[in-house]
């Protein structure tokens, strides 16, 4: 079992930045491919970012790509997404996921069997 607990959301304006954490426990962290989903009100579930076991490896969705960097410190057992130039359309909640190593490609978004309970992001215009 693995338990995830992300924190870092908040109500932020347009251009804003915020940095989401996850800390894991539980099953070996190190083990774990880590990612970010968020889901809109009235939307489904989104992929949006993935990192490997090692860090070695990162996908982030083309949406967001060159606002959001995810990174992980595997000695503090914590997955990061750091989110910058925030718009309106990125108010959701964002979820912190993990999967055994190895279970597919990074950029596929699916494989991933614990889930933290999530953490609101609100941008204002």
């Known amino acids: 079992q693995v338990q995830l607990v992300e924190s870092g959301g908040g109500l932020v304006r347009t251009a804003d930045s915020l940095r989401l954490s996850c800390a894991a426990s539980g099953r070996t962290f190190s083990s774990m491919d880590m990612g970010w989903f968020r889901q809109a009100p009235g939307k489904g579930r989104e992929f949006v970012a993935a990192?490997?076991?090692?860090?070695?490896?990162?996908y982030v969705k083309d949406s967001v790509k060159g606002r959001f960097t995810i990174s992980r410190d595997n000695a503090k057992n914590t997955v990061y997404l750091q989110m910058n130039s925030l718009k309106p359309e990125d108010t959701a909640v964002y979820y912190c996921?993990?999967?055994?190593?190895?279970?597919?490609?990074?950029?596929?978004?699916?494989?991933?069997?614990?889930w933290g309970q999530g953490t609101q992001v609100t941008v204002s215009s």
């Open positions: 990192i490997s076991w090692s860090g070695r490896s990162t």
């Open positions: 996921a993990a999967r055994v190593a190895g279970t597919g490609y990074l950029q596929s978004g699916f494989g991933y069997e614990y």
